[in-house]
């Protein structure tokens, strides 16, 4: 855990603080289409569904090159039908990221927007299925990095399951590091990506896809590169990428995937990620900071605080005297209070998140800015 090099650690919700392993894995080059490194492209997938608890004669994994949008934008578009209709839930950026993608295939779809911070029920999800027929897929965006939520999965899921529709749950920021079991929650496709919770480095996404609407979506794309198809059909018939794969990436994750193993698997990273969130909750409370959520839709992934009232913050100064100091947080996405973000992710512990507090209390003395007890949440968190 300690073997981080000198250099900043990323607060962030990925890319993250990758351990001197995974960097170490990228220093040898790779054939794209020789059969060693065709045989790491299957141990992952392998690894991954084994991952996800999805049985193997009923789902596949697909990687698919690029950034995490990339995978979702190539599942949304062989997943959902051309003729069909999607419910997108919103509650940030990634749920308004989908239905734009959405509108960019020309597909049809509905919303279900929460606005900043507040989680979609599962009634409010039974009854727009119940009012428009028309909808065959729901979207979710399990955690919502825009402000750190976790949104209600296995209750959401178990609504679509019984109105016989479809579930696509980016599980971008929660895959590895949030148990979730597609044997037991009714989830038809999930995606996530190689510098999330498994922490991998930037390069590639993945979809976790029953096979049946898989095979369905054959002629569905819309693009020749994010073909999820035929990318799965090309790795079936040859084990190679259709173009190009990021091969250090993927060796990367490989030597990744090992550590996550080494630490307990999926239950002792949330563990780790749960104590790192815990740590720094009570600290920047105790510095007079409020988080936006309330304590029971806090993820262990990314915290959203509140920006303190006194006009001598100003973030992008917040922000520079805390990268010096070798922290590197993220800026808040909300559109309704100013805010900022710090992530609980990566090759760090309690130990880092000590010091990232000490590092807050001395910028915030440095910037002369005064917290007060009315850094109240919308949320009515304290």
């Not at 900043?8 to 020789?34: E, F, I, V």
């Not at 997108?88 to 597909?107: D, E, I, P, S």
């Not at 605080?305 to 913050?313: E, G, I, Y």
Request: aromatic share 8%; charged share 20%.
């Amino acid at each position: 855990m300690n073997d981080h090099i000198e250099e900043p650690y990323l607060l962030t919700p990925g890319p993250l603080t990758t351990s001197r392993a995974t960097k170490a894995a990228m220093l040898r080059d790779w054939g794209s289409w020789d059969d060693d490194f065709n045989q790491v492209t299957a141990d992952i997938r392998t690894q991954l569904l084994a991952m996800a608890e999805a049985p193997s004669d009923e789902y596949a994994c697909v990687p698919m090159q690029g950034s995490g949008t990339f995978a979702v934008e190539s599942a949304l578009a062989c997943a959902t039908d051309p003729s069909g209709k999607v419910l997108v839930l919103m509650n940030g950026a990634y749920g308004k990221r989908a239905a734009q993608l959405l509108a960019t295939m020309g597909r049809a779809y509905t919303t279900l927007d929460k606005g900043d911070y507040r989680p979609p029920q599962a009634d409010e999800v039974a009854a727009r299925l119940q009012q428009d027929p028309a909808i065959t897929s729901v979207f979710l965006v399990h955690c919502e990095t825009s402000s750190g939520i976790l949104n209600p999965l296995d209750a959401i899921a178990d609504v679509v399951r019984t109105q016989g529709k479809t579930l696509i749950v980016d599980a971008m920021s929660s895959f590895g590091g949030i148990p979730i079991s597609l044997a037991q929650t009714p989830i038809d496709v999930l995606v996530s990506s190689a510098n999330k919770c498994i922490e991998g480095v930037p390069g590639f996404g993945f979809v976790i896809i029953r096979q049946a609407l898989l095979e369905a979506g054959k002629g569905r794309a819309h693009s020749l590169s994010l073909d999820l198809h035929a990318q799965w059909e090309y790795m079936e018939r040859t084990g190679q990428w259709r173009f190009t794969p990021p091969t250090h990436t993927v060796v990367a994750f490989q030597a990744a995937l090992a550590q996550h193993r080494e630490e307990g698997g999926v239950p002792g990273r949330c563990a780790r990620y749960t104590r790192n969130r815990d740590a720094l909750v009570k600290g920047m409370r105790a510095l007079g900071f409020s988080t936006l959520l309330e304590d029971e839709w806090l993820s262990p992934i990314i915290t959203t605080f509140l920006s303190p009232t006194d006009p001598a913050f100003e973030f992008h100064s917040f922000y520079a005297a805390l990268k010096a100091r070798g922290f590197l947080i993220y800026p808040g996405k909300l559109t309704e209070v100013e805010s900022f973000r710090i992530g609980c992710i990566g090759q760090l512990g309690t130990t880092v998140i000590a010091q990232l507090l000490n590092a807050i209390q001395d910028v915030l003395a440095d910037m002369d800015v005064s917290l007060i007890a009315d850094l109240s949440s919308p949320s009515g968190s304290a």
